[in-house]
Nanobody, 127 residues
C-alpha cells in the first residue's frame, strides 16, 4: 500500500519561505501523480499543486503561481513543495496525496480521485 509522510511545516513570518517534503513508498503502478493540498480552518481542502511521475509536468493553482514550486527527487522517492513569499492566507494544514496510474496534470485530477493521503503538516504564516 502506498504510504505518504509529510514534513517541513512550521511557523514563518509573512514573506518567508518553507520547504515541505512528501516521502512516498509502496507504489505498484509505474506512473502516478502526487499532489499537494491544503486546508485552512473552517475551509474546504483545496488543491495547491501536483506533479506527474512520468515527465515531471506540473500544475499550480492560481493563488500560488510564481511563489510555490513543486519538484521530485525520484532517487529519494520524495516530492517537495518550495514555498516562497508566504502570505498569511497560506496558513493551513498541508497534505500530500497520490493517485496511481495517471500521468496528466493539466487538467489535474479532482481531490476525490486521489487514493492515498498523508497525515498533514501544519504551516502557519504570521503577519
Amino acid at each position: 500500500e502506498v504510504q505518504l509522510v509529510e514534513s517541513g511545516g512550521g511557523l514563518v513570518q509573512a514573506g518567508g519561505s518553507l520547504r515541505l517534503s512528501c516521502a512516498a513508498s509502496g507504489f505498484t503502478a509505474d506512473t502516478y501523480i502526487i499532489g499537494w493540498f491544503r486546508q485552512a480552518p473552517g475551509k474546504e481542502r483545496e488543491r495547491v499543486s501536483c506533479i506527474s511521475s512520468s515527465d515531471g509536468s506540473t500544475y499550480y493553482t492560481d493563488s500560488v503561481k510564481g511563489r510555490f514550486t513543486i519538484s521530485s527527487d525520484n532517487a529519494k522517492n520524495t516530492v517537495y513543495l518550495q514555498m516562497n513569499s508566504l502570505k498569511t492566507e497560506d496558513t493551513a494544514v498541508y497534505y500530500c496525496a497520490a493517485k496511481e496510474g495517471v500521468v496528466v496534470v493539466n487538467p489535474p485530477p479532482p481531490r476525490y480521485e486521489y487514493d492515498y493521503w498523508g497525515q498533514g503538516t501544519h504551516v502557519t504564516v504570521s503577519s
